[in-house]
């Protein structure tokens, strides 16, 4: 794929470690989500990693990040439009999975 494929950075994004299971989660609830609950649910995800992993998810319109003016300081995570249609494509990825995914 060449570099300005729209689908090669997709995949690149949703390919990195953590990634997809970060989204599944924020998912879940549809709710916004703190760090340190994000960090409990995806165990055994390192803190950096996944700060890492949001600030890049972040960063391509994914994932969003809330930030509130408290002490102490409060940051909630949840999925963009974005980051909702993508999941949508989890289903039949999942489906072509089990049906295919002991084939590979």
Same mark, same amino acid.
């Given at each position: 794929?060449?570099?300005?494929?729209?689908?090669?950075?997709?995949?690149?994004?949703?390919?990195?470690?953590?990634?997809?299971?970060?989204?599944?989660?924020?998912?879940?609830?549809?709710?916004?989500?703190?760090?340190?609950?994000?960090? =409990?649910?995806?165990?055994? *995800? !390192?803190?950096?990693?996944?700060? $890492?992993?949001? +600030?890049? &998810?972040? #960063?391509?319109?994914?994932?969003?990040?809330?930030?509130?003016?408290?002490?102490?300081?409060?940051? =909630?995570?949840?999925?963009? *439009? !974005?980051?909702?249609?993508?999941? $949508?494509?989890? +289903?039949? &990825?999942? #489906?072509?999975?089990?049906?295919?995914?002991?084939?590979?």
């Amino acid at each position: 794929m060449n570099k300005g494929c729209p689908v090669g950075k997709i995949v690149k994004i949703l390919s990195m470690k953590w990634n997809m299971l970060i989204l599944k989660q924020l998912k879940e609830d549809k709710s916004k989500k703190r760090f340190n609950v994000l960090l =409990e649910e995806l165990q055994p *995800i !390192s803190s950096r990693t996944l700060s $890492k992993r949001l +600030k890049e &998810l972040e #960063k391509t319109g994914l994932v969003e990040r809330c930030k509130f003016n408290e002490i102490p300081p409060r940051v =909630e995570y949840s999925l963009t *439009i !974005s980051g909702l249609e993508i999941i $949508k494509c989890f +289903k039949p &990825l999942s #489906k072509w999975a089990e049906k295919f995914g002991n084939t590979i």
